[in-house]
């Protein structure tokens, strides 16, 4: 099982997380449809590091993102979201 | 070929099993064929066959990567069914159910396919208003689902919690009688042996490279044993769908994610009959040699790591326990997990892309599996004619771009939310 490193809570084990979508897929307000449907429908989909925004939904719940390998599961990197958490 | 028969069988006892020969050749790349199959899994070989036997295009190449058996066709729970919800998801899963039937004689391959009835189990009212509009979708369109009683359901597997302090309180089910499981590697190598047999070269080892592209036409592959001409190309490699789409400039609605299942020792049979339950997700079944096959939920997040998280285990063990108490001194053999192409909206890709003779069969999420010989089938046909099949028209890239989705279980472009 991973072990996530939140921002503000300091490490804790995957089964308190949720993955949501990897950050090149969050669509922003003023997207036109074209770049909606790329965003939402369309994955760069890799096999190793990805950015990703998970939330720690049984924990702080606050938003985070990670740089995570996604053959390995080895995490590089975690922060928090501004503004969101 | 040497055919496989109880005959066969007896007179190679005589000649101590001498006579036999190896299932399928293991041929040198050919400089060009008609059709490229990418991945040679139980829906490439499928396709391979299909083409020569009902097409008869049999200048055709399946190229893998790997060894054949060795990717998802052996990671499932070996689940066939067709009771699908949406009538295009019903049309393509009940042409799979039919060609399962009598597969094992026309490959001459004894798949072990057992049509012991799938059952889907309802847990409250709301669960039981659910299956009755699903059987009733379904035999509107001539599929058979029955839906069961509690006392039915208690008579058909009696080792169901059916006590009043059960935590998954069974309130009734719906089966479809024809669903069963069936032998998950022997139809790789059931297809593999009849492709051969019809003059389909299956080439292992052999991984894709690159695509020849010139012109916006596909006109070959580049893999690590040369280039090889073709005249069209379909890929068929589930976890590696994206890659190989990118070597052509495309990028897929296409996520991958781990998909766990596991078995426990051998024990004498106790299940007959296929348990599912779709409220909690879990999968139960037993399969000949004794074992209890279990799956549950994929593990929620994107991975190519084809090995599974803990949490799912307990989770899964947890919910098979709670609805067959008897499982709980069963100690668990192997675990294993696969990755799953999962697209968004729950329903795979089947047909033409944007770059002329090359061709997609993709998105199969973690249902691929019962869906082998109508796949096949299918793409075959897409392969063959350069069109797609009826069945599989609304199965097509661009529904995504154009809001035809396809979506049976309601989750949207977010293939891990349920």
């Keep these: 099982m991973m ?83 | ?62 190229l893998e990567r790997g060894w054949i058996g060795g990717g998802n066709i052996a990671r499932n ?4 069914r067709s009771n699908y919800r949406l009538p295009e998801l019903q049309a393509m899963l009940e042409l799979s159910l039919k060609l399962w039937e009598g597969l094992g004689d026309e490959l001459n391959y ?34 058979d689902a029955e839906l069961m009683t509690r006392a039915q359901v208690a008579k058909l597997i009696p080792l169901l919690d059916m006590s009043p302090d059960a935590r998954f309180p069974v309130y009734g089910g719906l089966i479809q009688k024809r669903g069963g499981t069936a032998r998950h590697d022997a139809v790789a190598w059931g297809y593999a042996r009849a492709a051969d ?46 890659k190989l789409a990118a070597m052509a400039g495309l990028k897929l609605p296409i996520e991958c994610h781990n998909l766990q299942a596991f078995v426990s020792e051998p024990v004498k049979p106790m299940i007959d009959t296929v348990i599912m339950s779709q409220s909690i997700h879990c999968y139960i079944s037993q399969s000949d040699k004794g074992e209890i096959v279990l799956g549950g939920d994929p593990d929620m997040y994107p991975t190519y790591a084809q090995r599974g998280m803990s949490m799912r285990i307990e989770e899964v063990a947890a919910q098979a326990i709670a609805l067959v108490p008897a499982l709980s001194r069963l100690r668990m053999l192997r675990s294993w997990a696969g990755t799953t192409d999962m697209s ?34 299918l793409y075959a046909h897409a392969l063959a004619k350069g069109e797609p099949h009826p069945v599989a028209a609304p199965f097509s890239l661009d ?20």
């Design chain 2, 344 to 377: 968004f909206d729950g329903s795979p890709i089947i047909g033409t892309t944007p770059v002329d003779e090359l061709y997609l069969n993709a998105g199969w999420c973690y249902g691929g599996f019962k869906a082998c010989p109508g796949s096949g089938w």
């Design chain 1, 3 to 85: 072990l996530i490193p939140c921002p503000h809570c300091g490490p804790r084990a995957a089964a308190e997380f949720t993955f949501e979508r990897p950050l090149e897929s969050i669509v922003p307000l003023d997207a036109t449809p074209a770049e909606a449907v790329e965003r939402l429908y369309t994955r760069e989909n890799p096999r190793g590091p990805s950015w990703e925004l998970w939330r720690h939904a049984y924990g702080c719940r606050g938003w985070i993102k990670l740089l995570r390998n996604t053959a390995t599961h080895e995490i590089a990197e975690a922060a928090a979201i501004e503004g969101a958490a």
């Design chain 2, 1 to 62: 070929m040497k055919r496989y028969s109880a005959f066969n069988l007896f007179r190679g006892g005589l000649d101590g099993h001498k006579g036999w020969t190896r299932a399928w050749r293991a041929p040198e790349p050919k400089p060009h064929y008609d059709v490229i199959v990418v991945g040679a899994g139980g829906h490439g070989l499928a396709t391979a066959y299909y083409l020569a036997k009902v097409h008869g295009v049999k200048n055709v190449a399946v």
């Design chain 2, 110 to 143: 004894n798949l072990m396919f057992s049509q012991r009835g799938a059952l889907f189990l309802g847990h409250s009212d709301s669960d039981m208003t659910r299956l009755a509009e699903r059987g009733d979708a379904l035999r509107c369109n001539g599929i």
């Design chain 2, 77 to 80: 729970t070996t689940i066939v």
């Design chain 2, 399 to 418: 529904r995504f771009a154009t809001g035809a989705l396809i979506d049976e279980a309601g989750v949207g472009p977010m293939p891990h939310h349920r």
């Design chain 2, 197 to 242: 047999a019809l003059g389909v070269d299956v080439i292992q080892n052999c991984e894709v490279t690159g695509l020849n592209i010139v012109g916006g036409k596909v006109v070959g592959v580049k893999t690590t044993r040369g280039d090889i001409g073709a005249g069209r190309v379909g890929l068929c490699a589930t976890g590696g769908s994206t």
